[in-house]
């Protein structure tokens, strides 16, 4: 009977040491915690869980060399549940109650506003692996996707380029389409172009309809797609029963990739564009082996897309600035991280270190019946990221930014009508 006792007594001490509960015990010296912050359920979930995969791989990838510092690194996963304010707690408490050194997540810029100022009260650190509207830099946000200057702006320009003048803009109602395509209309704008519609969804909505409606009246002659999540799948099945066709008028996407793919009617798709950094079927050796590894982690119906390279290779950035700190320590890892490189999927990505964004190359693929990209179009070297493009002044994009929080009562995100 004392033997018992004392066993249950040890339970939980035995507990602690192995990281069970998911606790940064003091006395876990053997140990670096880090925390996956990503959306496993909600609208998101169709793009943010793979990104979580390979954000674990990397991770695993580590561990079996050794680790960081001769210290294992143990994940704490937890979901954002594609609702933003649910993201903010969560960072809270791994940052205030798990003590993890690192976090690596966000999609959505709702999510990523919402939690950065989690991260600046707290001076944390947030590996935010997702292309995005610009419009901001932070010391404590790490960028490893593009900048507006390394996906919109070169996808709008290559449109026009192919004499795709006459644009429709359609997004989701959040912070990322809404200055996506006031970045977007003020090149057109300069370049001679004309917006012919600009539509916005709820996040998650299914209601198209009059989008649709809109695109099919509007003489245009290119749609460029911000919507996010799961409406995607709506958006194109009821465009195609409207008769658009990527022959007639083409669609250029910017958050639909091989993993978003895999859930929509791909036969009905090819043809169309995505721009991004990455394409699972860029043709290198590094790359060749890194789908080769996720395939075998997760099975071969898997594909990598470029979020997910880019939350697999911020795991890499993170861990080559822990070495050259010599501590998993937020605020020596960020001295470190400036103008660290790494050769990643994509090709060589480095830190700017004023910016902490990546200088990274551009590329516009097509979509195949595979579900694959034929690459029709790359900058071929890495571009310095620019944040803030230079069609207004920093006070009038931070204005526009405030008006849009303010617009939607505090939120960065359109809430709909309160029933």
């Excluded at 060399?65 to 549940?81: E, S």
């Excluded at 490893?144 to 795709?164: E, L, R, V």
């Excluded at 012919?196 to 969804?201: A, D, N, T």
């Excluded at 931070?398 to 960065?412: A, C, P, V």
Aim: hydrophobic letters at 40%.
């Amino acid at each position: 009977m004392k033997r018992i006792f004392f066993l249950l007594l040890a339970l939980p001490l035995f507990l602690a040491a192995c990281g069970g509960d998911g606790e940064n015990k003091d006395n876990d010296k053997d140990v670096i915690y880090v925390g996956v912050l990503h959306s496993l359920t909600g609208t998101m979930s169709i793009s943010e869980i793979a990104v979580k995969d390979a954000t674990l791989m990397a991770i695993d990838e580590l561990n079996e060399k050794g680790g960081l510092l001769g210290k294992k690194i143990v994940p704490i996963v937890v979901d954002g549940k594609s609702d933003w304010p649910i993201f903010a707690s969560e960072a809270e408490k791994l940052i205030k109650d798990k003590k993890v050194d690192v976090i690596f997540g966000c999609w959505t810029s709702a999510s990523r506003k919402t939690v950065k100022p989690v991260f600046e009260a707290n001076n944390h650190l947030l590996f935010y692996p997702v292309q995005y509207e610009g419009l901001e830099q932070s010391p404590n946000i790490v960028y490893t996707g593009a900048a507006p200057n390394q996906q919109i702006i070169p996808a709008a320009k290559w449109a026009m380029d192919k004499g795709w003048t006459k644009i429709f803009l359609i997004g989701s109602d959040y912070v990322f389409p809404r200055t996506a395509n006031a970045i977007i209309k003020d090149q057109v704008k300069g370049l001679g172009g004309t917006i012919v519609g600009e539509e916005y969804i709820l996040l998650g909505s299914k209601d198209v309809d009059a989008a649709i409606a809109k695109i099919k009246a509007s003489g245009a002659q290119v749609i460029l797609n911000t919507i996010n999540g799961d409406t995607n799948v709506e958006f194109f099945k009821k465009l195609r029963a409207a008769g658009i066709t990527p022959e007639k008028m083409p669609t250029i996407s910017f958050s639909i990739a091989e993993d978003e793919l895999r859930s929509m009617n791909v036969k009905e798709m090819v043809g169309d564009y995505a721009a991004w950094n990455y394409f699972m079927s860029i043709e290198s050796a590094d790359n060749k082996g890194f789908v080769e590894r996720y395939k075998k982690k997760f099975g071969d119906t898997r594909v990598t897309d470029d979020p997910i390279e880019a939350g697999y290779f911020g795991v890499y950035l993170w861990a080559n600035a822990v070495k050259k700190a010599n501590t998993s320590a937020v605020g020596e890892v960020r001295k470190a991280l400036g103008e660290l490189s790494y050769d990643a999927p994509e090709g060589l990505v480095y830190i700017d270190g004023p910016t902490q964004h990546t200088w990274k190359a551009v590329r516009i693929g097509q979509i195949k019946e595979n579900g694959q990209f034929d690459i029709v179009w790359s900058s071929e070297k890495p571009i310095r990221p620019v944040p803030f493009p230079d069609t207004r002044t920093r006070e009038e994009w931070e204005k526009f930014l405030s008006d849009l929080y303010e617009g939607w009562g505090k939120s960065w995100a359109n809430p709909g009508k309160k029933e």
